[in-house]
Antibody, heavy 121, light 112 residues
Framework: QVQLVQSGAEVKKPGASVKISCKASGYTFTRYSIHWVRQAPGQGLEWVGWINTGNDDRKYSQNVEGRVTITRDTVARTAYLELKSLRSEDAAVYYC???????????????WGEGTTVTVS | QSVLTQPPSVSGAPGQRVTITCKGSTSNIGAGYDVHWYQQFPGRVPKLLVH???NRPSGVPDRFSGSTSGTSASLVISGLQAEDEAHYYC????????????FGGGTKLTVL
C-alpha cells in the first residue's frame, strides 16, 4: 500500500541543523511531489515547502526560506528536509505528505507520513 | 496570522449540522485554486477529508460536504456524531506567494 515512513525524533540545540527523511513505498516515487508541513505544539498546520520528485523543482515558505533545503534521492525513494540555524520556534512535528496532482490549480495532500518530532532545546 | 481564515471553534449537538468557513482572497481561493479539507484528531496525523472543493475520498462519509463561493469555502458536517470532534483545516495555494501552500488556522469542532 502507499506509505510514507519518516525518520525518528530529533533533539537539537538552538543554532544547530536537522535533517529528516521521508521514505516512500507503494507507488512510483517520481510521479508525485512531496510536501513538508509542520505543526508546533498546540498550533495549526504550517506549509513548509515541497519538491517535485521528478524534475527536482522546489518551493519554500517565506517563513523558512534561506534556512530550509528540501532534497530527494530517487534511487532511495526518499525525500529530505534540512533546516539550519534552528530556533525555539522551529520545534514542531514535521510531516511529509504526497501531492496528488490533478491540475495546476487542483492538487492536494493525499497520503501523510506519521510525523517527526523536532525538539529545539 | 493565517492566509486563510477559519473560526477557532464551532460546536453542535449530535444530529445537528455545522458549517466551518474558510475565508481567503483573490490571490488564493478567488484565483481559482481549489480548496481541500483535512481532519485531525489530537495527537494524530491529519487526514484528507475533502479535495478539489467538493470531492470526498473513498471512505469519507457523505455527511461531510465542501463547497466554494467567490473567495471563501465551507465544510458542512451534517448529522453530527461524537466521533466528528476534531480539528479541521482548509488548505489551498496562493499566487502572491508564488504558488506556495497555505493553511487555515484550523477549527476545533466540539460535539456537545
Amino acid at each position: 500500500q502507499v506509505q510514507l515512513v519518516q525518520s525518528g525524533a530529533e533533539v537539537k540545540k538552538p543554532g544547530a541543523s536537522v535533517k529528516i527523511s521521508c521514505k516512500a513505498s507503494g507507488y512510483t516515487f517520481t510521479r508525485y511531489s512531496i510536501h513538508w508541513v509542520r505543526q508546533a505544539p498546540g498550533q495549526g498546520l504550517e506549509w513548509v515547502g515541497w519538491i517535485n520528485t521528478g524534475n527536482d523543482d522546489r518551493k519554500y515558505s517565506q517563513n523558512v526560506e534561506g534556512r530550509v533545503t528540501i532534497t530527494r534521492d530517487t534511487v532511495a525513494r526518499t525525500a529530505y528536509l534540512e533546516l539550519k540555524s534552528l530556533r525555539s520556534e522551529d520545534a514542531a512535528v514535521y510531516y511529509c505528505a504526497r501531492d496528488n496532482y490533478v491540475a495546476y490549480y487542483y492538487h492536494y495532500m493525499d497520503v501523510w507520513g506519521e510525523g517527526t518530532t523536532v525538539t529545539v532545546s | 496570522q493565517s492566509v486563510l481564515t477559519q473560526p477557532p471553534s464551532v460546536s453542535g449537538a449530535p444530529g445537528q449540522r455545522v458549517t466551518i468557513t474558510c475565508k481567503g482572497s483573490t490571490s488564493n481561493i478567488g484565483a481559482g485554486y481549489d480548496v481541500h479539507w483535512y481532519q485531525q484528531f489530537p495527537g494524530r496525523v491529519p487526514k484528507l477529508l475533502v479535495h478539489g472543493n467538493t470531492n470526498r475520498p473513498s471512505g469519507v462519509p457523505d455527511r461531510f460536504s465542501g463547497s466554494t463561493s467567490g473567495t471563501s469555502a465551507s465544510l458542512v458536517i451534517s448529522g453530527l456524531q461524537a466521533e466528528d470532534e476534531a480539528h479541521y483545516y482548509c488548505q489551498s495555494y496562493d499566487t502572491s506567494l508564488s504558488g506556495s501552500g497555505v493553511f487555515g488556522g484550523g477549527t476545533k469542532l466540539t460535539v456537545l
